[in-house]
């Protein structure tokens, strides 16, 4: 129906509760003429009089009788529900559609997730992880998390933190292949490459020469689609990766893995969050991109610094030596 329709129907409803096209008009914000036109256009619109009225007075015809018992608690109805999305709109509450690849995010998105359910927990995350989301609008997402650009135009997507490609080994592999000291030496190293989860296409390894990324193939000694395998076959001392720096910095600080060849390490790629037009957003969805923001960018969890770097690549002269 019509938005034009809907308030000539408001205001006939308003006119027989007050008892005045006049009265009805000051309670709805608009003047007595475009009150008086609205009903007149409602009854021409039906073939029908609603009312009979003179500039004082107003009384209902049996068909404005018989369209008010009909209108009645339909409008009532239309009003709960305004009301209901109105102060819905402003709590902190309901469901909350977050949507990220499945490759390393649910380690680095569950306690974002976490730390905000426990001060609002009356909201309810639905986390959808999976590498082949396309559709914004078919997802239903509020909220999405992704390396790289928004999926979509009309998204708008905030920078959180650099995602450096980190070669990294175990000390047990070290001690067992010895330490690679240039390219040339990696390609003759148990290397693992990483298989897009949709396409199955390989990744190659992506190393910065100079102030150029380039790509480079490793024969593999292992390949898979899924990223926390491939971080547990580093980890057990398999093989040599290239990790993304958030799966790779906990376990880079604790000594568990190495990093290795730093000097070609890459700083192209960023995690973002994205969202649509912040207009109109429910509360829980602004209060939690906020929060995901402030929580995410830069976060020295899951970025290391210049110095860590270089002290973590210093242990490898001594595996070597």
């Not at 109105?86 to 309901?94: H, L, P, S, W």
């Not at 730390?115 to 999405?144: K, S, T």
């Not at 290239?242 to 568990?256: D, E, K, N």
Request: charged share 20%; glycine share 6%.
């Amino acid at each position: 129906m019509p938005i034009n329709e809907m308030r000539a129907i408001s205001t006939f409803t308003k006119a027989v509760e007050l008892g005045s096209l006049r009265k009805a008009a000051a309670a709805l914000g608009v003047s007595p003429q475009a009150a008086s036109q609205a009903v007149a256009q409602l009854e021409q619109h039906l073939g029908v009089r609603l009312l009979h009225r003179t500039t004082r007075h107003i009384a209902l015809t049996e068909e404005g009788r018989q369209f008010l018992e009909s209108a009645q608690p339909a409008m009532a109805m239309l009003e709960r529900a305004l009301r209901r999305v109105t102060v819905a709109k402003d709590e902190i509450a309901g469901p909350l559609r977050i949507i990220a690849p499945r490759s390393s995010f649910a380690s680095l998105l569950w306690p974002v997730i976490n730390a905000f359910c426990q001060q609002h927990p009356d909201v309810q995350p639905d986390l959808h992880l999976d590498d082949q989301i396309a559709n914004w609008v078919q997802e239903r997402a509020d909220v999405g998390f992704r390396i790289g650009s928004p999926p979509e135009e009309g998204l708008i997507a905030r920078k959180l933190f650099v995602v450096p490609l980190i070669i990294c080994a175990a000390p047990a592999y070290l001690e067992r292949y010895g330490v690679p000291k240039s390219l040339d030496e990696l390609s003759a190293h148990r290397c693992s490459v990483f298989r897009h989860p949709a396409t199955g296409l390989v990744y190659p390894w992506f190393l910065k020469i100079g102030n150029e990324v380039v790509q480079r193939d490793f024969p593999p000694a292992l390949s898979t689609n899924d990223a926390e395998t491939e971080l547990q076959a580093v980890l057990d001392g398999m093989v040599i990766g290239q990790l993304a720096g958030f799966s790779a910095v906990p376990h880079l600080r604790a000594g568990r893995l190495v990093p290795l060849l730093t000097q070609y390490m890459t700083d192209h790629m960023s995690v973002h969050l994205f969202y649509g037009s912040r207009r109109a957003q429910p509360a829980r969805v602004r209060k939690f991109i906020d929060f995901a923001v402030e929580r995410l960018t830069d976060s020295p969890d899951h970025v290391l610094g210049d110095s860590e770097i270089r002290d973590m690549a210093g242990t490898t002269i001594g595996l070597s030596s």
